[in-house]
């Protein structure tokens, strides 16, 4: 049994194995979620793409903003913050901390040199600080260490297409990531 489906620090019922949380890229770039969705990619094998191959409304905002560098989003590192599945947005912040150590080993291994966290607790976890306004950290680089290995953590807006600034609040971030890419 992995490391992740053996966890029960969170409660929660739906385990994931430690395999299917990381979609592998080939860019400088991985994005990092909050938590797995049911029918999301944990199921498609892809991130942003549904069970049936389709690419979700989070998806084509994400991709509208790839497109800037020239990159697919199939292209990119993925995971989340949280390793399970969360029944209650609340438990998110916990879950977070709780699988910080998980998140922490994945991206030491990784060829990566941008972690982009999608939201609030992906960059609290991070971060290790209580972020009070989110938009004060949005677009800003801090540097970032896992062992050894020396990361710029840039925060965003959450892609999805209910977010008022999924799209037009992050546009000139990906301008400037042109930098690293």
């Known amino acids: 049994m992995s490391e992740i489906s053996s966890c029960a ?10 395999d299917c949380l990381l979609q592998k ?3 400088n770039f991985i994005v990092v ?26 998806g084509r905002v994400l991709q509208k903003l790839l497109d800037i560098l020239n ?3 199939t292209d990119i590192y993925f995971t989340e913050a949280c390793k399970c599945i969360i029944e209650d947005r609340k438990n998110l912040e916990k879950c977070a ?7 922490k080993k994945q991206l030491a291994k990784l060829p990566c040199k941008v972690i982009l966290t999608m939201g609030l607790h992906p960059t609290q ?5 209580k972020i009070k306004k989110f938009s004060d950290f949005v677009g800003k680089e801090f540097d970032f260490k896992v062992d050894e290995k020396k990361f710029i953590l840039i ?9 008022p600034k999924g799209y037009s ?3 000139e971030i990906f301008q400037k990531l042109k930098k690293y890419n």
């Open 9 to 18: 620090l969170c409660g929660n019922l739906v385990k994931l194995s430690d």
């Open 25 to 27: 890229g080939k860019t």
């Open 33 to 58: 979620g909050e938590s797995p969705a049911k029918n999301g990619w944990i199921v498609s094998k892809k991130a942003f793409f549904d069970a049936n191959g389709k690419l979700q409304a989070s």
């Open 71 to 73: 990159i697919s989003i």
């Open 97 to 103: 901390q709780n699988c910080l150590p998980h998140l």
């Open 125 to 129: 976890a991070l971060l290790g600080t």
């Open 155 to 163: 925060p965003i807006y959450h892609p999805s297409p209910l977010n």
């Open 169 to 171: 609040g992050n546009v």
